[in-house]
C-alpha cells in the first residue's frame, strides 16, 4: 500500500528588502526579469477559497510505500533521512540513474524545466514577450544545440547513464502533469493555459552543464568594463584601477609543479618535487592601532562568485588522515542550485562501479561534488580566462579575416512566444564565434566605441578594414566537450590516476579540483580546456580581422598544474592565482587577489602549530569572517577625529573591533558602510567618469596602496570639496555615520551588521512577478548574516546597491576521510523545490549558522537516519 506525504504546509514571513532596496531579478545568473502573472486580486481570491493549500501539497512527493513503476528492471530503494536526502540504492546502472531521474522530477522538476526553457533559449515559451531579449541572446550562444551535438559523442555506457535518467524522469511525468508535478504550474496557468510539460532528454541534462559553465565564465565582465571604460582613462589610472595579481604578498595554488606519472600509466610512486615558492603566510595582526593585515576575500562573475576547497593531508589532522573542505560561491538561489542524494550500487562490480554520495543538479545524472568509498573531491572556479571578445568589420553578409572577405555564417531560428506571434531570430557568426553586438547594451557599446588592447595597454584599433564594427564571442564552452562524461569517471574514481582522468574529461566549466583518498594521499589538479593565444592576452577585445589574434589550441594536459602529496601538508584554494608568473602558458590577468586564500593559510597554519586538526577546525575556517579591508581602515582612522560626535563614537567602536564581519556586530556595520562610502567618495561621486565598483577583491587591493599613498591622485575629489586623503577619510567617517543613521537609527546598540547584511530568498522564477501575494508564495526571508565580500565565508554584496546578500556559500561539506560517517554538510535551502514542503527551507537555518549537518554513507549509518523509505518496483 502506497502512502503519500501529508506534511503540513509551514507558515512564512513575507519577505522584504534588507538595509536598503536593492536591484531584483528572477533567475540573476541570466539577468531574467519576469513580468507579472495574473492580476493581485485573482491570487487573493485564490488564497481566499482554499485553492493554494489544497493545490500546493498536490505535488508533495510519495516517500514511503510502494510504487510500480514501467521502465525498471528490478527494485530500486529510495531511502531519505529527515532533511528528505535521498539514498538510492539499485542493482544495476540503468536502475540506478533511472530511479535518481525519478527522484529528482519528484523533488525538482518545475526546476528542471524552467532550466530546460532557459538553456534551450524558450523562456517566452512560457513567460511571453518579455523573455524575448533573454531567449535571443542564448539562441545566439547555441547552447541546446552543441548540448545535442554532445549527447550525440558520448561513448555507449555513458549514453545509457543519461538515457535512463531521462526515462526515469518521463516515467514520474507519466503519472503526475500540471500542479501534480509541481504547484508553479497552477500559477503559470492562470496566464498560460496551454503550457503542457514535454517529456525530458539526455540534451535537456547536458545543457545545464552550459548554464553552469557560462555562470563561471571567469573574465569576460572584467574584459567588457575594461572596453568600456578604456576611454575615461589614461593607461596610469587602468593599471591603478586593475591591478595584477599580487604574488609578493598572496599565495598561489600551486607553488612547485609536482612530477606525476601520464594519466592511465602505472606507477607506485610519484615524485612530488620541490616546494620552491612561498605558499603564502599571512598574518593578522589584532587591531591596536597601526593594522599590519593581510588575508580575506573574494569578487566574481558578478560580485562574489568564486569558492573555496582545501585539503590537509593526515600530518597535520587529529586522525592521521586527510579531511577536505568546500563551500562553491554562486548567487543565492531558491531553491538551491544544489540538490544532496547517495546512489550506491546494490553490488559494487565493474558493471555497476557507483558507491557515491555528494552534491547534484536536479536534471543531472550522478554527483557532481562529494565522495565514494575511496576518494572525495572538491571544486572551486579556476577563474583563468576561456572567453575572449573580437571586434569584427562587417560587410553586408561578409566579414574580414586577413584582408579577405569571408562569407558570414548565418541561420534562421524561430521563437515561439506564449500568447503572442512567433518571432524569427538571424543569427551570424565568424570563424570567432557568434556575433553578440546589438543583442545586450554592453556588447553594442564595445562595437560603437571600439578598444583593443593587452597587459594593461589600452588603444584604439589601427588599420581596421572597412566595414561596420560588431562584436563575436569565443569561449571554449561553445563547441562540443567531453564534459557530459567526466562526472561519471569522477564518481567511479578509485585514485588519483582515476582522478587525473577524469580531470583530463572535464573541460568545461574551468575549475580548480582537490582530492583525498583513504590511503592517505592528497592532491590537485588543473584540469579544463585552456586557450593558447596568439597575440593578446585577452583582457581587451581584439581585432577578429587579424589571425595573429587567434587561439592556437590548448595547454596540453600533462602540462597543466597538478600537485600531488605538498611537503607543506595542505592545498588551498579560493579562485587566487594557481601558479607564478613564470609558469610558461598564459592563462589569465583577473585571478581573484588573493585575499580568502591567504585568510584560509593563516588559519590552517595558527591552527595546526597550536594541535593537529579536526573536522570542527575545518568548519569553523569556512565560518571565518575576518574582513582584511575593515582592519585597514581601523589602522587608517586611528588617529583621526572628525569633530562630530556620533562619528567620533562610530571610529572608537571601529578601533576597538576585532575585525570580524559577525551578524551581531555594530562595528562590522559601521565598517562595510564606511568602505561603501568611501569608494563611493573616491571613484564615482561628482566624477565625470566614474570608476567601476563591480569587484570588490580588486578594490581592497587598489585602497590598501592608496592608504599607503597620501598623494594619490585618487584622494582629491573637487566635486565634493575634497582635497587629499585626511579630507576624504574624514568626509567619509561622516557620510558612513549619517547613512547607517538612516537605515538602523542613532544608537549604536541597535546597530547590527547581520540585518543590513540579510539574504532574501528569491524564488528564481515567480519571486520578482511584481504581484505580492504571487512573491509571497514562493520567497523566503530576508535571513540575518554575517560574512561579506572577499571574506571566507563569502556573502557577497553589491556596492552600489545597498548591503544585502546576493551570492553566497551555496553548499558546505567537510569530508573526514578517517571515517565517512563523521563528514558533514549543508546547502542553502533543502532539497525540495516545492513551496511549503517541511524540506524547502529546512537547512537555511544551519546555513546562517555555517553550521554542518551530520552526512551518512556507510549502509549502517544511512538505516539509522532513515525517516522514510520508497521502494520502486517493475510495474507488471
Known amino acids: 500500500m502506497s502512502k503519500t506525504s501529508t506534511a503540513p504546509i509551514d507558515t512564512v514571513d513575507a519577505p522584504g528588502a534588507p538595509g536598503e532596496p536593492r536591484r531584483r531579478s528572477a533567475g540573476r545568473k541570466l539577468g531574467i526579469a519576469l513580468y507579472s502573472i495574473v492580476a493581485g486580486v485573482v491570487v487573493?481570491?485564490?488564497?481566499?477559497?482554499?485553492?493554494?493549500?489544497?493545490?500546493?501539497?498536490?505535488?508533495?512527493?510519495?516517500?514511503?510505500?510502494?510504487?510500480?513503476?514501467?521502465?525498471?528492471?528490478?527494485?530500486?530503494?529510495?531511502?531519505?533521512?529527515?532533511?528528505?536526502?535521498?539514498?538510492?540504492?539499485?542493482?544495476?546502472?540503468?536502475?540506478?540513474?533511472?530511479?535518481?531521474?525519478?527522484?529528482?522530477?519528484?523533488?525538482?522538476?518545475?526546476?528542471?524545466?524552467?532550466?530546460?526553457?532557459?538553456?534551450?533559449?524558450?523562456?517566452?515559451?512560457?513567460?511571453?514577450?518579455?523573455?524575448?531579449?533573454?531567449?535571443?541572446?542564448?539562441?545566439?550562444?547555441?547552447?541546446?544545440?552543441?548540448?545535442?551535438?554532445?549527447?550525440?559523442?558520448?561513448?555507449?555506457?555513458?549514453?545509457?547513464?543519461?538515457?535512463?535518467?531521462?526515462?526515469?524522469?518521463?516515467?514520474?511525468?507519466?503519472?503526475?502533469?500540471?500542479?501534480?508535478?509541481?504547484?508553479?504550474?497552477?500559477?503559470?496557468?492562470?496566464?498560460?493555459?496551454?503550457?503542457?510539460?514535454?517529456?525530458?532528454?539526455?540534451?535537456?541534462?547536458?545543457?545545464?552543464?552550459?548554464?553552469?559553465?557560462?555562470?563561471?565564465?571567469?573574465?569576460?565582465?572584467?574584459?567588457?568594463?575594461?572596453?568600456?571604460?578604456?576611454?575615461?582613462?589614461?593607461?596610469?589610472?587602468?593599471?591603478?584601477?586593475?591591478?595584477?595579481?599580487?604574488?609578493?604578498?598572496?599565495?598561489?595554488?600551486?607553488?612547485?609543479?609536482?612530477?606525476?606519472?601520464?594519466?592511465?600509466?602505472?606507477?607506485?610512486?610519484?615524485?612530488?618535487?620541490?616546494?620552491?615558492?612561498?605558499?603564502?603566510s599571512i598574518e593578522w595582526s589584532e587591531v591596536d592601532g597601526v593594522i599590519e593585515a593581510v588575508s580575506a576575500l573574494v569578487g566574481p562573475v558578478g560580485e562574489g562568485i568564486g569558492s573555496n576547497s582545501w585539503v590537509v593531508s593526515g600530518d597535520l589532522t587529529e586522525s592521521g588522515m586527510p579531511l577536505l573542505a568546500n563551500d562553491p560561491h554562486l548567487g543565492a538561489s531558491l531553491p538551491s542550485v544544489w540538490h544532496q542524494s547517495g546512489l550506491k550500487c546494490r553490488v559494487v562490480s565493474e558493471t555497476c562501479p557507483f558507491d557515491v554520495a555528494g552534491f547534484d543538479f536536479s536534471g543531472v545524472p550522478g554527483i557532481i561534488i562529494g565522495h565514494n568509498a575511496r576518494i572525495a573531491w572538491g571544486f572551486t572556479n579556476l577563474t583563468t580566462d576561456v572567453t575572449d571578445l573580437y571586434l569584427e568589420k562587417i560587410e553586408g553578409d561578409s566579414y574580414w579575416r586577413d584582408d579577405e572577405l569571408v562569407p558570414l555564417d548565418v541561420r534562421t531560428e524561430?521563437?515561439?512566444?506564449?500568447?503572442?506571434?512567433?518571432?524569427?531570430?538571424?543569427?551570424?557568426?565568424?570563424?570567432?564565434?557568434?556575433?553578440?553586438?546589438?543583442?545586450?547594451?554592453?556588447?553594442?557599446?564595445?562595437?560603437?566605441?571600439?578598444?583593443?588592447?593587452?597587459?594593461?595597454?589600452?588603444?584604439?584599433?589601427?588599420?581596421?578594414?572597412?566595414?561596420?564594427?560588431?562584436?563575436?564571442?569565443?569561449?571554449?564552452?561553445?563547441?562540443?566537450?567531453?564534459?557530459?562524461?567526466?562526472?561519471?569517471?569522477?564518481?567511479?574514481?578509485?585514485?588519483?590516476?582515476?582522478?587525473?582522468?577524469?580531470?583530463?574529461?572535464?573541460?568545461?566549466?574551468?575549475?580548480?579540483?582537490?582530492?583525498?583518498?583513504?590511503?592517505?594521499?592528497?592532491?590537485y589538479q588543473t584540469p579544463g580546456r585552456l586557450p593558447i593565444r596568439g597575440a593578446g592576452d585577452g583582457s581587451m577585445p581584439q581585432p577578429g580581422w587579424d589571425s595573429a589574434s587567434d587561439w592556437r589550441g590548448y595547454i596540453p594536459f600533462e602540462k597543466l598544474p597538478v600537485v600531488y602529496n605538498p611537503d607543506e601538508g595542505y592545498i588551498v584554494t579560493a579562485n587566487n592565482a594557481v601558479v607564478a608568473d613564470d609558469y610558461p602558458f598564459f592563462l589569465t590577468r583577473d585571478w581573484d587577489h588573493g585575499w580568502r586564500a591567504a585568510r584560509i593559510v593563516d588559519l590552517i597554519q595558527r591552527k595546526s602549530a597550536n594541535g593537529a586538526l579536526t573536522a570542527g577546525d575545518m568548519r569553523d575556517i569556512q565560518a571565518d569572517n575576518g574582513f582584511f579591508l575593515g582592519m585597514r581602515l581601523s589602522g587608517a582612522y586611528h588617529e583621526i577625529a572628525t569633530g562630530d560626535g556620533g562619528t567620533d563614537a562610530a571610529l572608537d567602536l571601529l578601533r576597538a573591533w576585532d575585525a570580524q564581519n559577525g551578524a551581531d556586530s555594530a562595528a562590522a556595520a559601521y565598517a562595510n558602510v564606511l568602505w561603501s562610502e568611501l569608494a563611493e567618495n573616491v571613484f564615482v561621486e561628482g566624477r565625470e567618469h566614474p570608476a567601476p565598483l563591480t569587484d570588490q577583491a580588486r578594490l581592497f587591493l587598489v585602497m590598501d596602496e592608496m592608504l599607503d599613498d597620501p598623494a594619490s591622485e585618487w584622494w582629491t575629489n573637487e566635486a565634493l570639496g575634497v582635497t587629499g586623503q585626511q579630507e576624504m577619510l574624514k568626509r567619509s567617517a561622516i557620510n558612513a555615520h549619517a547613512r547607517l543613521v538612516e537605515l538602523q537609527g542613532s544608537n549604536p546598540s541597535k546597530w547590527n551588521w547581520g540585518e543590513l547584511h540579510a539574504l532574501p530568498l528569491v524564488s528564481d522564477t515567480f519571486g520578482a512577478s511584481g504581484i505580492a501575494p504571487i512573491e509571497w508564495l514562493f520567497n523566503r526571508g530576508p535571513f540575518p548574516v554575517g560574512g561579506g565580500s572577499s571574506v571566507v565565508n563569502a556573502t557577497g554584496w553589491v556596492m552600489d546597491e545597498g548591503f544585502a546578500t546576493v551570492t553566497v556559500p551555496s553548499m558546505r561539506m567537510v569530508i573526514d576521510l578517517a571515517d565517512f560517517d563523521d563528514s558533514g554538510w549543508n546547502q542553502l535551502t533543502g532539497t525540495s523545490g516545492h513551496a511549503f514542503h517541511p524540506n524547502y527551507i529546512d537547512q537555511t537555518a544551519a546555513w546562517q549558522e555555517a553550521r554542518l549537518t551530520p552526512w551518512a554513507f556507510s549502509p549502517d549509518a544511512v538505516a539509522d537516519a532513515t525517516e522514510n523509505t520508497l521502494t520502486l518496483v517493475p510495474a507488471g
Open 44 to 280: 487573493i481570491a485564490l488564497l481566499a477559497t482554499g485553492f493554494v493549500a489544497y493545490t500546493v501539497q498536490r505535488s508533495f512527493p510519495q516517500v514511503d510505500g510502494e510504487v510500480a513503476v514501467a521502465g525498471l528492471g528490478e527494485e530500486v530503494r529510495v531511502q531519505r533521512d529527515d532533511l528528505g536526502v535521498p539514498t538510492i540504492t539499485a542493482g544495476t546502472t540503468d536502475d540506478l540513474f533511472f530511479a535518481q531521474g525519478y527522484v529528482h522530477a519528484q523533488d525538482r522538476f518545475w526546476e528542471m524545466d524552467f532550466r530546460r526553457h532557459v538553456t534551450s533559449g524558450r523562456l517566452s515559451e512560457l513567460f511571453g514577450e518579455s523573455q524575448l531579449p533573454t531567449d535571443m541572446f542564448l539562441r545566439t550562444l547555441g547552447w541546446r544545440a552543441i548540448a545535442e551535438q554532445e549527447v550525440e559523442a558520448l561513448d555507449d555506457t555513458t549514453r545509457a547513464y543519461y538515457d535512463a535518467y531521462a526515462e526515469g524522469v518521463n516515467a514520474y511525468l507519466a503519472d503526475h502533469d500540471g500542479a501534480d508535478a509541481s504547484f508553479e504550474y497552477a500559477v503559470l496557468g492562470l496566464q498560460n493555459d496551454d503550457y503542457k510539460i514535454e517529456p525530458w532528454s539526455p540534451a535537456d541534462s547536458v545543457a545545464w552543464l552550459k548554464a553552469m559553465a557560462w555562470d563561471l565564465r571567469s573574465n569576460i565582465e572584467e574584459e567588457t568594463e575594461r572596453a568600456i571604460v578604456a576611454s575615461d582613462f589614461t593607461g596610469d589610472q587602468m593599471r591603478q584601477l586593475y591591478p595584477t595579481y599580487p604574488f609578493d604578498r598572496n599565495p598561489v595554488i600551486v607553488p612547485s609543479i609536482s612530477t606525476v606519472p601520464a594519466v592511465g600509466t602505472v606507477a607506485d610512486t610519484v615524485d612530488d618535487g620541490e616546494a620552491d615558492a612561498a605558499t603564502a
Open 414 to 523: 524561430t521563437l515561439e512566444v506564449a500568447g503572442g506571434e512567433d518571432v524569427e531570430l538571424e543569427i551570424r557568426s565568424t570563424g570567432n564565434g557568434p556575433i553578440i553586438s546589438g543583442l545586450t547594451d554592453d556588447y553594442t557599446a564595445i562595437a560603437e566605441a571600439p578598444y583593443v588592447g593587452s597587459g594593461g595597454a589600452v588603444k584604439e584599433p589601427r588599420h581596421a578594414p572597412d566595414g561596420d564594427y560588431a562584436v563575436s564571442l569565443k569561449w571554449t564552452a561553445l563547441e562540443p566537450t567531453s564534459t557530459p562524461g567526466a562526472i561519471f569517471a569522477l564518481n567511479a574514481a578509485q585514485d588519483f590516476d582515476d582522478f587525473r582522468g577524469a580531470a583530463e574529461l572535464f573541460a568545461v566549466p574551468a575549475q580548480n579540483l582537490v582530492y583525498a583518498d583513504v590511503d592517505g594521499n592528497i592532491g
